[in-house]
């Protein structure tokens, strides 16, 4: 008996974490500690992760298909033979592309409902 292919539509919606793990892995190939802080950054700091969040979210994306670990750090010298380094797999880019496109319709709903307002003309 064949297992069904997973679609993006299985996965949605994403939790906080798993989405912002997958939009900092849009950039390229990261390990754990870079992927906090560039979460950290991208939302002034409102979104830290602490390691059990990071890395148990990393290991359920990597049994879930979504991101995959990479050989980016192996015979590189400046880089620690520990840290791991992971990128975001085919299924985890079609699974952003969708949600991202599910909160596009939530954020124009809002607007539609005068719950959010429009952006100011530059």
Same mark, same amino acid.
């Given at each position: 008996?064949? /297992? %069904?292919?997973?679609?993006?539509?299985? =996965? +949605?919606?994403? &939790?906080?974490?798993?989405?912002?793990?997958?939009?900092?892995?849009a950039?390229?190939?990261?390990?754990?500690?870079?992927?906090?802080?560039?979460?950290?950054?991208? &939302?002034?700091?409102?979104i830290?992760?602490?390691?059990?969040?990071?890395?148990? /979210?990393?290991?359920?994306?990597?049994?879930?298909?979504?991101i995959?670990?990479?050989?980016? /750090?192996?015979?590189? /010298?400046?880089?620690?033979?520990?840290?791991? =380094?992971?990128?975001?797999?085919? +299924?985890?880019?079609?699974?952003?592309?969708?949600? &991202?496109?599910?909160?596009? %319709?939530?954020?124009?709903?809002?607007?539609?409902?005068?719950?959010?307002? %429009?952006?100011?003309?530059?």
């Amino acid at each position: 008996m064949r /297992s %069904r292919e997973l679609r993006p539509a299985d =996965f +949605l919606p994403l &939790t906080p974490a798993v989405l912002h793990i997958l939009l900092a892995l849009a950039d390229g190939d990261q390990h754990g500690y870079a992927i906090a802080q560039a979460i950290e950054a991208v &939302t002034d700091g409102t979104i830290r992760m602490g390691p059990g969040t990071l890395y148990g /979210s990393i290991g359920r994306m990597v049994a879930g298909g979504l991101i995959e670990e990479s050989s980016r /750090s192996r015979g590189r /010298s400046d880089d620690d033979e520990r840290r791991r =380094f992971y990128r975001m797999t085919a +299924l985890g880019r079609r699974v952003l592309e969708s949600e &991202t496109e599910r909160l596009a %319709r939530v954020v124009a709903l809002a607007r539609a409902k005068n719950v959010l307002r %429009r952006p100011e003309p530059a």
